[in-house]
Nanobody
């Protein structure tokens, strides 16, 4: 069974950086697109970024473009989200998810990690 485990969250000051990791297991990682989503306090889950099977295509929500970079290392069965220039509004629980259908097809994200908390202070 596919399992995903996020790590790397924490408390950081505004303007700081964090790198989130998503460890994938149970299937062949390269056959799944990967996405990052977040849920801020009191708000609904929001798409953040996604990456295609071998990393050739990436997608970002407008609010993180130029600040966040999604990547993957299929040899390590791990996905990443590098977050720079963090803002208080980035505070949320961040989740990684896997999708065999492609990064653009949100209903296909069937496998989810447990989430990792990112808190950005002013």
């Amino acid at each position: 069974q596919v399992q995903l485990v996020e790590s790397g969250g924490g408390l950081v000051q505004s303007g700081g950086s964090l790198r989130l990791s998503c460890a994938f297991s149970g299937r062949t990682f390269s056959t799944y697109a990967m996405g990052w989503f977040r849920r801020a306090p009191g708000k609904e889950r929001e798409f953040v970024a996604a990456i295609s099977w071998s990393g050739g295509s990436t997608y970002y929500t407008d609010s993180v473009k130029g600040r966040f970079t999604i990547s993957r290392d299929n040899a390590k069965n791990t996905g990443y989200l590098q977050m720079n220039s963090l803002k208080p509004e980035d505070t949320a629980i961040y989740y990684c998810a896997a999708n065999p259908s492609g990064p653009w097809y949100e209903p296909g994200y069937d496998y989810w990690g447990q989430g990792t908390q990112v808190t950005v202070s002013s």
